[in-house]
């Protein structure tokens, strides 16, 4: 069964709302979970690594104030997109490690966001 | 960011044929990870390698670890027609790091 539990799968707003994303593992802590997006027909791209009780390590060109991250407990990270416009519009994948640094990460469904 | 190449990039096959793809890094690797992607739904794992050498199986699906740990090979026996998908793989190189490094994709379509 899922491992991984990411909400909401699908979501559409107007330009200039923030829309936020949860990331939740579910049988296990994760003391750090991803945060990818995808666009269509291509790879996943990893946006930012989330550190519980701390801050989230952003890869280059990701922006922090744009891309709010927090990962406030040990079984849930948020990814917040602050005042989204069209180009924000893409599939979000969080991910989330059970244990040891080389062990495989466990994938949520994904989210679909798409500003209108 | 970086990328993994993996080939090929897409293929067609009939049904009952098997598959193989590849995956290539220009560093070395102490992980290699097998994913697969349905259409809207995020990557899930087919297999996890950790060993240069290794050859590991999962039903119709057998990967292995390259040699030199800068490659990895997946196969799928026999296909069928919910092989349809795109294949990531995923290596992990940096001690002291939870992060992976993810594979440009090779997308199966089978023919019925």
């Known amino acids: 069964g899922a491992v991984v539990s990411q909400h909401p799968s699908w979501v559409i707003c107007k330009s200039g709302t923030s829309v936020k994303i949860e990331c939740r593992s579910l049988d296990f802590q994760a003391t750090t979970m991803f945060w990818y997006r995808q666009f269509p027909k291509q790879s996943l791209m990893l946006m930012a690594t989330s550190n519980e009780g701390s801050k989230a390590t952003y890869e280059q060109g990701v922006e922090k104030d744009k891309f709010l991250i927090n990962h406030a407990s040990l079984t849930l990270s948020t990814l917040t997109v602050t005042s989204a416009h069209p180009e924000d519009s893409s599939f979000y994948i969080c991910s989330a490690n059970r244990g040891r640094v080389n062990q495989p990460q466990h994938f949520g469904d994904g989210t679909r966001l798409s500003i209108l | 960011g970086q990328q993994l190449n993996q080939s090929p990039q897409s293929m067609f096959i009939q049904e009952g044929e098997d598959v193989s793809m590849n995956c290539t890094s220009s560093s070395i690797f102490n992980t290699w990870l097998w994913y697969k992607q349905d259409p809207g739904e995020g990557p899930v794992l087919l297999i996890a390698l950790y060993k240069a050498g290794e050859l590991t199986s999962n039903g119709r699906l057998t990967a292995q670890f390259g040699i030199t740990r800068k490659d990895s090979f997946l196969n799928i026996s026999a296909s069928i027609p919910s092989d349809v998908g795109i294949y990531f793989c995923?290596?992990?190189?940096?001690?002291?790091?939870?992060?992976?490094?993810f594979g440009t994709g090779t997308r199966l379509k089978v023919l019925a």
């Open positions: 995923a290596g992990h190189a940096t001690s002291g790091t939870y992060k992976y490094i």
